[in-house]
């Protein structure tokens, strides 16, 4: 079975994030989305709320699934059995950020990360712009997927 972890913190999920998993479906078997926890990062929703709003995004999806991990992301990858990463690159910072993550993975376990190149309708969006907005009560629906509801959370 091809199974693919898409791993990220989706603090919280944009439609960038729904671009690049929809996208990859043919591509694999199973997708995981894997919601990293890690205790230097501070996130503005917590991992049950980030859980959520992805659940509610994918919930007709029978080849998504939602789990959240914590430690080596390569470690996670092997308990699941997952021979593949999926990441999605926005621009050349995204793409020499994760060139080194990529090699240092492959040769530490052999799994390969698999890049979709952003939507050009996606590509601006981050999970970092979307807080913002939140945090100062601006409009952030048309940056995240319509079943998102954060006010009612
Ligand atoms: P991380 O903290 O690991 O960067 P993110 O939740 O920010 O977690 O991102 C997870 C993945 O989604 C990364 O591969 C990132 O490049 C990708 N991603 C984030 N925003 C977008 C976007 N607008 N379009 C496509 N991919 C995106």
Known sequence: MKRALFPG???????GHED???RALPLFDEIIIGVGINSEKKYMFSIEKRM???????????KIKVHFYEGL????CK??????ILRGLRNPADFEFEKAIA???????????????T???TSFISSS???????????YKSLVPSAVNFSSK
């Open 79 to 84: 308990s699941i059995d997952a021979d593949f």
């Open 129 to 139: 712009i979307v807080r913002d907005i939140i945090k100062n009560k601006g409009d």
């Open 52 to 62: 959520a709003f992805i659940d509610s995004v994918f919930s007709k999806y029978k």
């Open 119 to 121: 939507s050009s309708k």
């Open 9 to 15: 913190s989706f603090d919280p999920i944009t439609n």
């Open 73 to 76: 992301t390569i470690k996670y």
């Open 20 to 22: 690049i998993i929809l």
């Open 103 to 117: 090699h240092t993975n492959r040769k530490l376990s052999g799994i390969e990360t698999v890049f979709l190149l």
